[in-house]
Structures are given as C-alpha cells and as structure tokens.
C-alpha cells in the first residue's frame, strides 16, 4: 500500500469510527489487515470484531446491560489504537524513509532512556556523561559527546509510538533538572512536541499540559505549540478520552492562545508574502541598488575616527524613490508584527551539513554552541562576543534563520562585518533598555516571541527539511482551530474569537471570517458591526444571498448609506436589478446628494435597458462631479442610443479632444458616424479603435456585435454593417 493510500485509509477508519460507523471501519481496517499479515494485529481485530457482534447481537435481542455503553466506547477506543498501530507496522515495513530506519533501529533498544535516568539522579550532568560515555580528552570533546546524545535522545522521544510511565515520569524530571543545559531540554520539548502530533497517545497530551503550566519560558511556549497541534490533528478522538480532556481543561483561558492562533494565520501567508517579497520588493532593491551604492557611497559608511554620524544621503535617496520607501516601511511594521519576512531568504541557506542533522532544525540558539565557535573561531573578540549576544537576545529572527545567519557570516566582507557589528552593538542597547521596562509585561513580549520564532522553526523544517516528505506537514491542513471542539470548548471565549476573526478579516481570508462570524452569531454575539463584517465577508466570497441575510440583519439596528449600497452590489451581481433599485433608492433618501449612489443608479437603470432614465441621472452625476470626462462615457452612450445624435455628438468630441478617450469611446463614436450615413469616417474611427494598445480585432467584433441591435434600430441595413465589417478585416 503506497503512503498517501495508507494515510488516506488511515484517516477515513478514524473518522467511521468516530461517526460510530464501526461496520464499515470494520471493512475497510481488515484492508489494511490484509496488507500486514501480522498475527498479533488479526488476533486482536477478531476478537473485536466478535465483541461488536455480540453488542449487536444482544441489542436487537433488548437484553439490559448497564457495561454497554462502556464497552462500546472501549471498542472504538481500541479500535482507533489498532488502526494506527497497523499503520505504523506497514509503515515500517515498507520502509518508507530514512527516519523510519533510525526508528526501527532505536526501538530494539531504550538505552538511551537507561542513560537519561542515570544523569538525572546525580547532581552534576558533566559528571554523570564522563561515566555513561567515554571519558572526555577536552571541553569540546565533552560538548560534542552531549550534543550526541542528546540528539540520539531527540529521536527517542520522538519516535516513540508509546512511552511507559516509567519513561513519561523520568522525562517530568529531565525537564524540571537544572543540571542539564537549557537549550537541550528546549530541543527535548520539541520531540516530545512532534510526537504528540505524529502518534496519539493521552501520556503525552498530559506531559505538554504539565509542562506549560509548570516548565520555565522557552519549554512552556515550546510545549504549547506542540500540544495546539497535536490536538488539532486528534481533535475527534479526545471525546474517548474524558480524563485527557480534564486534565486540557486546566488550560482553559491561558494567555499564550491568542499569541499562538494568530501566529497560525500569519504562518499560512508566509507563501503569499514570500512570493511578494521576490515579485515586488526585492526588484526594486536591485533595480535601485547601483545608485543607492553611488550616491550612498557604501563602502565608506563608517570612517576610520569610528564617528557614527548618520550620512544624510540615506533619507535623500529614500525621498528620491518613495515607493521603494513605502515598500520598505511596510517590511518593517510586517516585520515588528511578526510576519515571517525572512523564509523566502534564508531558505536558500538551509544546505549547510548542519541542517542534515533534524534535531538541528529545532535547537534554540546558543552562543556557547560549538558550531557557532568554530565559525567564528577567526573573528576578532569584539565581533565575536556582540555578533553572538546579539543573535542570542534578537526576537527578529527564528532559531533555525539565526544557524544560517551565523554560518553564512564568515564569507561576508569586512566592510558588511563593519556594518553589522554597529547595527548589533544598537540593538543591545534597545533590548537593554526594554528589559528595565515592566516585568509581567516583558514576560508576556518573550512568549509571544517565542511561539513566534518557533511556529516560524517548525515551517521552515516542514517545508524545507530534505526529507520532509517522510512528515505529515502540520501546514498543510487547514488549520481552522476555530472548528475544533477542543478549542471551542478550552480555548476559545467569545472576546478571543473577535481578535482573531478582525485578524483574518483584515488579512482578507474572508471565508474563514465568515465562518468565525457565524460562530459568534450562534453564540450569542449580535451586533450591527459583526453582522456588517460577515456580509461583506460573504460578498467577497460571491455568496451573495448570505451577504444579503446578513446585510438585513445589520440593517435592523440602523439603516445606513453603506448597508443599502452593499444589498443593492448583491442584487446587482445576481441580476436582480428592481431590488438592487430599491435599495439604491433607500440609500439616496439617505444620501441624495452622494455622487457614488446616483452613478450606480444610472448604471442599474442603463442594466434594466430603462436608458432616458438613466441618462437623467447621468446629468444629475454630470452636475456634481463638476464635467468630469468619465461621466461624459455613458451620457454620450445614452443620448446615442436614443437617437439625440448632434448632443451625443458634442461629448464625443469632448471625450476624444480631451485625449481620455479608450477603445469603447472611439467604437461608440464610430457607430454614431454609422447612424448619421458617415460611413467612411466611421470606418476610420473603427479601424483607429482596433489600432489602440490592448485592442484586437475579436475584442472589437464581439463588441460590434453586442451594439449590433442599435445600429439596426436607427436605420443601418444589415448589408451596410457586413459591407464595413469586411472592409475592417481587409485593412486592419
């Protein structure tokens, strides 16, 4: 059975089971029976497949017993976990990856488990490596053989199926031990993270929980993450488990979640920017870049006094280029906001052999690494120390982009170095200065840049990692935790929903809005301004019939301008035109002086074919707009069409002398000529129409066509019109 067949089946058994459509999960888990040919997994589906028949049995038959219900919903329990042991089996047996291979290899044995409970029972973890691994010649040698081991621990714990509770109580008290460094229990959470999400298992639910109430900053945040997702991906399972979803409850409320969720939603545009960023801003860096070089003279930014006065041609060259000046400003604000403005670049720094190594890809980043120190081993004190401190306190980039920055530093010239050690020595000074600022709040800034960097670690390792097909990319589903009964039932008040739903709004994901809003309604949450928000939502979805309900309803607090406009656009678009006209009429008693609103009245009228109508309001738009020539577009088609040819004629001629004329004006004018028996001027006129850039001979003759019914109207014969359309075509 191919993968994605086998994670297709997989995922269906779970969702028959928890539809309690256990028959058919029970056919289509034999398929995968089938497959493996494993005598312990058959003698386990037989037997649960007897009990189901026997539950049947004896509840057709109505005999009493209080243990169904419990033995029901045992079943499915057992059910889900056979199903996902089935699919791990084939998995492995397959061979489906270089990953599978080092878990195949590390559930022969728990060594390194043995090796874990050694070092946290003595006081020293230096002390206790030197006798669990061979002793140590240096420093380095004694860093190097940690960062080993605990990247043999890395696989471990994370691919672990299942944990004794034995194991699950030593990893409480590797967490809790101040013994081992920091960055490798950080590193230890994220395996214990992506098992959570990989293999469903409630002992590990109940660690994350455990961990983010009880763990430092930088575990807590780490676990948070992970325990999000992993609830999202099992989501419709915990309903089996009444004891994990007591012990989320403790949860419940907890400030990292909106941190969190709206990271989630950031991270889903990280494409959409990236492709923004190399489309849009980045070639008007390069196109600009040469000058910038000239007149900014680069290479002479920091003089030899070491003066840091700032050089004026910088704002110079800025005003000289406003775009580019608001292109950058915007990457800025994206950048404070947490947007990851940085994948599309270091994403092409990801093939160093340090990245090779998946536990990589989630190690906190940390001066004292013996990487970093040999990277930097040639660079001068100074740089060195304000580079790597620098890096370390920075809430500007995630840990895996800090290892690229880092690796990729030593091949810069001395004269960036230069540039970078000023911009590192300025932004020690801003951290300093915030971290005299208030305590509660600078804690609350650290979680939430945290989660930040680290949602932005996990999607460059699920898009970037080299063997990152071998993973359930979490980033690909849908990620919609709005619709998870988890969420709605630990996570998520009505006060949160509207923060994230105005952030998806004003991110222009309207149809998961629209779906937030529809919550809120159901909840309870009635208010013309949700009610407005989700109809627009719908609008831009082109569903505008729920556009339409939720316009009536914002309109039953106060009638406005905008709520008539927008149930008249709705009309409009499914071409009701009489009821578009009533609410365009109810926004003019409002308004009766609003250009905006007389010009979609002419238009709806001018749709409705209702064209002397029209063409009043087109002169009561003509009168406030003051002439303007746009204006003069459809009078001049209405007084054509209605025969009132000399005073089409005069804003014609208006239109074309004002050299903001188009195809359709000149085509229009052609025809007036047409209808006057000035043919060979009208063929001119088309043939100067069809010449315009952007114009081509089928656009001009499926326009012809359309006006076809008017030029017969007023008089052309039919063997005229085929006459001139034959001439066109020989000259054009």
Same mark, same amino acid.
Request: charged share 30%; net charge negative.
């Given at each position: 059975?191919?993968?994605?067949?086998?994670?297709?089946?997989?995922?269906?058994?779970?969702?028959?089971?928890?539809?309690?459509?256990?028959?058919?999960?029970?056919?289509?888990?034999?398929?995968?029976?089938?497959?493996?040919?494993?005598?312990?997994?058959?003698?386990?589906?037989?037997?649960?497949?007897?009990?189901?028949?026997?539950?049947?049995?004896?509840?057709?038959?109505?005999?009493?017993?209080?243990?169904?219900?419990?033995?029901?919903?045992?079943?499915?329990?057992?059910?889900?976990?056979?199903?996902?042991?089935?699919? @791990?089996?084939?998995?492995?047996?397959?061979?489906?990856?270089?990953?599978?291979?080092?878990?195949?290899?590390?559930?022969?044995?728990?060594?390194?488990?043995?090796?874990?409970?050694?070092?946290?029972?003595?006081?020293?973890?230096?002390?206790?490596?030197?006798?669990?691994?061979?002793?140590?010649?240096?420093?380095?040698?004694?860093?190097?053989?940690?960062?080993?081991?605990?990247?043999?621990?890395?696989?471990?714990?994370?691919?672990?199926?299942?944990?004794?509770?034995?194991?699950?109580?030593?990893?409480?008290?590797?967490?809790?031990?101040?013994?081992?460094?920091?960055?490798?229990?950080?590193?230890?959470?994220?395996?214990?993270?992506?098992?959570?999400?990989?293999?469903?298992?409630?002992?590990?639910?109940?660690?994350?929980? @455990?961990?983010?109430?009880?763990?430092?900053?930088?575990?807590?945040?780490?676990?948070?993450?992970?325990?999000?997702?992993?609830?999202?991906?099992?989501?419709?399972?915990?309903?089996?488990?009444?004891?994990?979803?007591?012990?989320?409850?403790?949860?419940?409320?907890?400030?990292?979640?909106?941190?969190?969720?709206?990271?989630?939603?950031?991270?889903?545009?990280?494409?959409?920017?990236?492709?923004?960023?190399?489309?849009?801003?980045?070639?008007?860096?390069?196109?600009?870049?040469?000058?910038?070089?000239?007149?900014?003279?680069?290479?002479?930014?920091?003089?030899?006094?070491?003066?840091?006065?700032?050089?004026?041609?910088?704002?110079?060259?800025?005003?000289?280029?406003?775009?580019?000046?608001?292109?950058?400003?915007?990457?800025?604000?994206?950048?404070?906001?947490?947007?990851?403005?940085?994948?599309?670049?270091?994403?092409?720094?990801?093939?160093?052999?340090?990245?090779?190594?998946?536990?990589?890809?989630?190690?906190?980043?940390?001066?004292?690494?013996?990487?970093?120190?040999?990277?930097?081993?040639?660079?001068?004190?100074?740089?060195?120390?304000?580079?790597?401190?620098?890096?370390?306190?920075?809430?500007?980039?995630?840990?895996?982009?800090?290892?690229?920055?880092?690796?990729?530093?030593?091949?810069?010239?001395?004269?960036?170095?230069?540039?970078?050690?000023?911009?590192?020595?300025?932004?020690?000074?801003?951290?300093?200065?915030?971290?005299?600022?208030?305590?509660?709040?600078?804690?609350?800034?650290?979680?939430?840049?945290?989660?930040?960097?680290?949602?932005?670690?996990?999607?460059?390792?699920?898009?970037?990692?080299?063997?990152?097909?071998?993973?359930?990319?979490?980033?690909?589903?849908?990620?919609?935790?709005?619709?998870?009964?988890?969420?709605?039932?630990?996570?998520?008040?009505?006060?949160?929903?509207?923060?994230?739903?105005?952030?998806?709004? @004003?991110?222009?994901?309207?149809?998961?809005?629209?779906?937030?809003?529809?919550?809120?309604?159901?909840?309870?949450?009635?208010?013309?301004?949700?009610?407005?928000?989700?109809?627009?939502?719908?609008?831009?979805?082109?569903?505008?019939?729920?556009?339409?309900?939720?316009?009536?309803?914002?309109?039953?607090?106060?009638?406005?301008?905008?709520?008539?406009?927008?149930?008249?656009?709705?009309?409009?678009?499914?071409?009701?035109?009489?009821?578009?006209?009533?609410?365009?009429?109810?926004?003019?008693?409002?308004?009766?002086?609003?250009?905006?609103?007389?010009?979609?009245?002419?238009?709806?009228?001018?749709?409705?074919?209702?064209?002397?109508?029209?063409?009043?309001?087109?002169?009561?738009?003509?009168?406030?707009?003051?002439?303007?020539?746009?204006?003069?577009?459809?009078?001049?088609?209405?007084?054509?069409?209605?025969?009132?040819?000399?005073?089409?004629?005069?804003?014609?001629?208006?239109?074309?002398?004002?050299?903001?004329?188009?195809?359709?004006?000149?085509?229009?004018?052609?025809?007036?000529?047409?209808?006057?028996?000035?043919?060979?001027?009208?063929?001119?006129?088309?043939?100067?129409?069809?010449?315009?850039?952007?114009?081509?001979?089928?656009?001009?003759?499926?326009?012809?066509?359309?006006?076809?019914?008017?030029?017969?109207?007023?008089?052309?014969?039919?063997?005229?019109?085929?006459?001139?359309?034959?001439?066109?075509?020989?000259?054009?």
């Amino acid at each position: 059975m191919k993968k994605n067949k086998l994670k297709e089946t997989h995922s269906e058994i779970i969702n028959l089971l928890c539809n309690k459509q256990v028959a058919e999960a029970l056919a289509a888990l034999k398929t995968m029976l089938d497959e493996a040919q494993n005598d312990n997994f058959i003698i386990q589906y037989d037997n649960y497949v007897n009990t189901y028949q026997m539950l049947l049995k004896y509840t057709i038959k109505r005999v009493e017993d209080p243990q169904r219900p419990f033995i029901y919903t045992l079943l499915i329990k057992n059910l889900l976990e056979l199903n996902d042991k089935i699919k @791990e089996y084939l998995v492995e047996e397959v061979n489906m990856g270089t990953t599978l291979n080092k878990k195949t290899i590390l559930s022969k044995s728990r060594s390194v488990f043995q090796n874990l409970d050694e070092i946290v029972k003595v006081d020293s973890l230096s002390d206790d490596l030197s006798e669990i691994i061979p002793a140590f010649e240096t420093e380095k040698d004694n860093n190097q053989d940690k960062a080993d081991f605990y990247n043999e621990l890395f696989y471990m714990v994370w691919l672990s199926d299942h944990f004794t509770e034995e194991e699950a109580e030593l990893l409480k008290r590797f967490f809790k031990s101040r013994h081992s460094e920091w960055y490798f229990r950080v590193l230890i959470v994220s395996a214990l993270a992506l098992n959570a999400m990989r293999y469903f298992q409630p002992l590990k639910m109940h660690l994350l929980t @455990e961990l983010i109430l009880e763990a430092e900053t930088q575990i807590a945040e780490r676990a948070f993450t992970g325990l999000m997702f992993a609830l999202y991906i099992h989501d419709r399972r915990l309903k089996y488990y009444p004891e994990t979803e007591k012990i989320i409850a403790a949860l419940k409320g907890h400030v990292f979640t909106r941190f969190f969720i709206i990271q989630v939603i950031k991270a889903q545009d990280t494409e959409k920017f990236s492709k923004k960023f190399r489309e849009e801003i980045m070639p008007d860096i390069i196109k600009h870049a040469p000058k910038i070089q000239d007149k900014l003279e680069l290479d002479d930014i920091l003089p030899d006094n070491g003066e840091d006065e700032k050089n004026p041609k910088w704002r110079q060259i800025l005003n000289e280029n406003p775009d580019l000046m608001d292109k950058l400003e915007e990457l800025s604000k994206l950048q404070m906001e947490g947007t990851d403005v940085f994948m599309s670049t270091f994403a092409m720094l990801k093939n160093f052999s340090f990245f090779k190594t998946m536990p990589h890809w989630f190690l906190p980043f940390y001066k004292e690494n013996n990487m970093v120190a040999s990277v930097l081993a040639e660079e001068d004190e100074d740089f060195r120390m304000t580079f790597l401190e620098a890096l370390e306190k920075s809430g500007h980039m995630c840990n895996s982009d800090k290892y690229s920055f880092c690796l990729n530093v030593k091949d810069l010239p001395a004269t960036q170095k230069k540039v970078m050690l000023q911009m590192f020595k300025q932004e020690l000074e801003s951290i300093n200065e915030v971290n005299e600022d208030d305590d509660l709040l600078n804690r609350s800034l650290l979680s939430k840049r945290i989660i930040t960097a680290y949602i932005q670690d996990l999607y460059r390792f699920f898009k970037l990692y080299r063997e990152k097909n071998e993973f359930d990319d979490i980033f690909s589903y849908k990620l919609d935790f709005y619709n998870k009964e988890f969420f709605q039932k630990y996570f998520a008040d009505n006060d949160l929903l509207v923060k994230v739903v105005d952030f998806y709004f @004003e991110s222009s994901h309207f149809n998961e809005a629209a779906e937030i809003y529809c919550l809120l309604i159901n909840n309870g949450r009635h208010t013309q301004t949700i009610f407005e928000k989700a109809g627009f939502a719908f609008l831009q979805l082109a569903k505008y019939d729920d556009a339409i309900e939720m316009f009536k309803k914002a309109e039953l607090f106060e009638s406005t301008t905008w709520i008539n406009l927008k149930i008249a656009q709705c009309y409009t678009k499914k071409g009701n035109y009489s009821e578009a006209l009533f609410y365009l009429k109810e926004a003019e008693k409002i308004d009766p002086d609003n250009s905006k609103i007389q010009l979609q009245i002419a238009n709806t009228y001018l749709s409705m074919e209702e064209v002397d109508t029209a063409l009043s309001h087109y002169f009561k738009l003509e009168l406030l707009t003051a002439s303007n020539p746009k204006v003069m577009r459809p009078i001049s088609w209405c007084l054509f069409v209605l025969g009132r040819f000399e005073e089409a004629e005069n804003y014609f001629n208006n239109i074309i002398s004002s050299n903001q004329f188009n195809k359709y004006d000149l085509m229009n004018y052609g025809h007036l000529l047409l209808a006057t028996g000035r043919d060979e001027q009208a063929t001119t006129c088309y043939l100067k129409c069809i010449q315009l850039k952007g114009n081509s001979f089928e656009d001009f003759l499926h326009s012809f066509y359309q006006d076809k019914k008017h030029l017969l109207k007023h008089g052309v014969s039919e063997e005229t019109l085929n006459f001139i359309l034959e001439y066109i075509r020989m000259n054009k």
